[in-house]
């Protein structure tokens, strides 16, 4: 039943394609975390350092017309998808090219082009929604597949538990990515969770759950690959538990090391997902230079997505209301007179509500 | 310390200066001394010692039976307060910020406010919860809400929102001995602002009592919360600047609410700008404004003004952000339209 190309049969080609995405992510995430510190970048950071296998794998395997959805740990999402580096960072920015245009930041980028239908910020919030995108989809007979991406913190929400319910009983293609990282902000997955084997929740919905080990980047697109399909082929939710580990604190604010060892972070980065594909495509004839050559070329494009950003204009004041409502809403809202929350400056900042 | 909260000599006098968090953290410390009945539930309050740190220390002190980590389940552990307090207990349930707790809206409207008047006065429902609300921090439309308005538009629930670090050990402390649901509506910006604090473990600031923050003459701005931070500074600016006389009433209760003094004071000043955090519309400033017209309509010399944000969901980008939330630059343009100045 296997779709995508047995892990064997990856070319080289697509290999360093992979990787490349890979130490995008990586070097993005670094980067983001440089100008949270230098306050280009404000509010929440959350980086995916470590979890780029999971990431870019599970992307791989989706087709143009799938839909992603995920929680606000999101950079490197966007950037599996092809979401440029440029429009990424001006978005963490706050800049008006932004993929949001400023308005969302770190935690709600999107590309509705590329069916990225949002970072969203309420742990499983995204659940539901993920769902009736894929609703949405058969209800317009698209045999496509939606991928919903979760913490395993989110695992103990009343909406996963509803949205799994709705997914398996309506029979709607969409995987529920769970990416373990092994912590829930600071609480690890055995202090929350009563069935720490995540994945086996999905039987009690008699749902396909399954687990892999998300550093393995094969492993990953095998797996994906294979759910999607299903999904897809013969509408059949699943729930993917990918287990990874994050670098980093829950966010830049956080240094990680209050609810975990700084031994366990080394012996986890041992495993790192990059230094293994890296190792594949070494063995595969690939040589350092080559690889160094590529890891340089990202080095350059992270660079100019930063000057990028830096030099996008901030969002214009004048538009605070903007997008508030849709298009033709305005005259619904005329006769409210001042303080009314649409359109021109007047209307928002008169009546005491700004100067 | 204000003129109108009440003291009893349990011996520990004098006042010690301290952050709004350490002043929250000296409530619980103390009520779960004072108390078995209290214990904490919530989201990183033990091991991670709280988000905003507010529960620091306290798991070390008091176990893990009574600082309860909960998994990231809002609606779970609300409900579970609402069911341990029915039972006997009195559960604080710390959720990380107010966006999250509307997560646990049923559990909070549908069942907690409900408890005692829906099964006859039968049985109470003595809770609190702990949240803080505000924008200001880039956090975006998801995580930057002052939604107190909501709560305090519920029959059955309390709500208070401290401004200081004595208000926030006294509001606290008289949430937990009360025998109601109480949401305790915390700040994020205000965390770290410093005041002196009664050390007397006795000591609550009562539910339903505005306070004075700012005697004046000329206008009233009635605020709570960090509206009320924002609003003594602009008194302040508009003392050197324009020297008027602003008197600043900070509310501290949102329900009940105190119209009492806030009356009095638009008696005395017959101008008025009502101040917060949140959305005007439909909002705290909102029922102000209805019950004051009511209260002073002779008094009154000029419409009851209102500053609070731009009606829209929070805008990432520091501009935009900046110019939705009420700064002082905006309350000190309203109070001067307010005086036609």
Redesign the interface.
């Given at each position: 039943m296997t779709t995508m190309p047995a892990p064997a049969t990856l070319s080289p080609a697509q290999l360093r394609e992979l990787y490349e995405r890979m130490v995008l992510i990586r070097v993005f995430e670094t980067e983001s975390e440089r100008q949270y510190k230098a306050a280009k970048i404000g509010g929440y950071c959350h980086l995916s350092s470590g979890q780029e296998a999971a990431t870019v794998g599970v992307v791989h395997t989706m087709q143009p017309d799938d839909v992603l959805v995920t929680g606000y740990r999101c950079h490197g999402f966007a950037l599996a998808r092809g979401v440029s580096p440029e429009a990424v960072m001006a978005e963490l920015f706050g800049r008006r090219d932004g993929c949001a245009h400023g308005r969302g930041g770190s935690m709600h980028l999107l590309d509705v082009e590329r069916g990225f239908y949002g970072g969203w910020g309420i742990v499983a919030g995204q659940l539901p929604v993920a769902t009736g995108l894929a609703l949405a989809l058969v209800r317009r007979g698209k045999e496509q597949a939606v991928v919903c991406e979760l913490g395993d913190g989110a695992v103990n929400m009343g909406a996963w538990h509803e949205s799994l319910n709705l997914a398996a009983l309506w029979r709607l293609p969409v995987v529920f990515l769970v990416v373990n990282n092994g912590y829930g902000m600071g609480t690890s997955v055995a202090r929350a969770s009563a069935e720490p084997d995540l994945y086996k929740r999905a039987s009690a919905f008699r749902m396909h759950g399954e687990r892999v080990d998300g550093d393995d980047l094969e492993a990953v697109l095998e797996a994906s690959g294979r759910l999607l399909k299903r999904a897809r082929e013969e509408r059949e939710p699943a729930v993917l538990e990918v287990l990874t580990y994050r670098y980093r604190g829950h966010s830049v604010a956080d240094a990680g090391l209050a609810y975990r060892t700084k031994e366990e972070v080394t012996e986890r980065m041992q495993q790192d997902p990059i230094v293994r594909v890296r190792a594949k495509l070494r063995d595969g004839g690939c040589s350092d230079d080559e690889l160094d050559a590529i890891d340089a070329r990202i080095d350059e494009r992270v660079a100019e997505a930063v000057k990028f950003a830096d030099a996008s204009p901030e969002p214009d004041v004048s538009e605070l209301a903007r997008n508030v409502y849709a298009p033709g809403s305005a005259g619904q809202f005329s006769r409210m007179r001042p303080g009314s929350p649409f359109g021109e400056e007047t209307l928002v900042f008169d009546a005491g509500l700004g100067s | 310390m204000s003129a109108t909260a009440e003291r009893a000599d349990a011996g520990t006098t004098g006042t010690q200066r301290m952050t709004y968090r350490e002043a929250l953290r000296l409530a619980l410390r103390e009520e779960l001394q004072r108390d078995e009945r209290v214990f904490i539930m919530g989201?990183?309050v033990g091991?991670?010692?709280g988000?905003y740190k507010v529960t620091a220390g306290l798991m070390d002190e008091f176990g893990s039976e009574r600082i309860r980590?909960t998994?990231?389940?809002?609606?779970?552990f609300v409900g579970a307060a609402v069911g341990a307090a029915m039972g006997g207990e009195r559960p604080v349930a710390e959720i990380m910020t107010i966006?999250?707790l509307?997560?646990a809206m049923d559990q909070v409207v549908n069942h907690a406010a409900k408890v005692r008047t829906m099964f006859g006065g039968e049985v109470g429902c003595p809770m609190v919860i702990r949240t803080p609300n505000g924008g200001g921090?880039?956090?975006?439309?998801?995580?930057s809400q002052s939604l107190e308005a909501w709560f305090a538009g519920t029959p059955g629930l309390k709500v208070v929102a401290p401004a200081t670090p004595e208000d926030a050990k006294g509001l606290l402390k008289s949430a937990i001995r009360d025998d109601d649901p109480v949401l305790v509506v915390e700040n994020l910006p205000i965390y770290k602002e410093k005041g002196e604090v009664p050390l007397d473990p006795e000591f609550v600031t009562p539910i339903g009592l505005a306070n004075v923050a700012r005697g004046g003459t000329d206008i009233t701005i009635v605020s709570h919360s960090f509206a009320t931070v924002r609003s003594l500074k602009a008194a302040e600016k508009l003392a050197a600047e324009h020297d008027l006389s602003v008197e600043v009433v900070d509310l501290r209760s949102l329900r009940p609410l105190d119209v009492e003094t806030v009356a009095a004071s638009v008696a005395k000043t017959n101008r008025v700008?009502c101040v917060e955090e949140g959305?005007?519309?439909y909002g705290v400033s909102a029922e102000l404004a209805a019950r004051i017209q009511k209260a002073c309509f002779d008094d009154l010399d000029a419409p009851v003004?209102?500053?609070?944000m731009?009606?829209?969901?929070l805008?990432?980008?520091?501009?935009?952000e900046l110019?939705?939330l009420p700064g002082e630059?905006?309350i000190?343009?309203?109070v001067l339209?307010t005086l036609d100045q």
């Open positions: - | 989201e990183e091991v991670f010692e988000s980590d998994p990231i389940s809002e609606e779970g966006n999250f509307l997560v921090n880039q956090l975006t439309a998801q995580h700008v959305w005007p519309s003004e209102r500053v609070g731009a009606e829209v969901p805008p990432y980008a520091k501009n935009l110019a939705a630059d905006r000190q343009a309203a339209a």
